[in-house]
């Protein structure tokens, strides 16, 4: 599996970082974001090491968006939002990366209305997503 030493995803996934899963299996893992958009807001991560969604072979993009539906119908089922949004832009991190975000209205993707979590949060809100 292609890592980079230098990637703050590939050192989450290495265990290297400390952040607050939500879901692992041998292609992903998925965490939350530490400055959410909404509470809520999953990062779906491939453990392979590439910078860009188009980039990926099709068996790795489609891997990717069947694991992200998956943890977008946990989000539904445990938070209960309307909708789960999804967005997919790689700026922030040279590690391509799916946001899922609960919303329940229009204008509820913008990622400047993210805020930083403390670790509290987060662990209260991945205790109720892994249904805890």
Known sequence: MT???????????SGEIPAVKIYENQKVTAFLDNNPVKPGHVLVVP???NDYVFDLDDAEYTELML?????AKILKNRLQPKKV?????????????????PINKGNELNPEKAKHSDIEELNRIAMKIRGE
């Not at 694991?67 to 943890?71: A, Q």
């Open 3 to 13: 890592t980079n030493k230098d990637c703050i995803f590939c050192r989450i996934i």
């Open 47 to 49: 453990k392979k090491h």
């Open 67 to 71: 694991e992200s539906k998956k943890v």
């Open 85 to 101: 949004g999804l967005v997919v832009e790689g700026f922030g991190v040279a590690h391509v990366h799916v946001h899922l975000i």
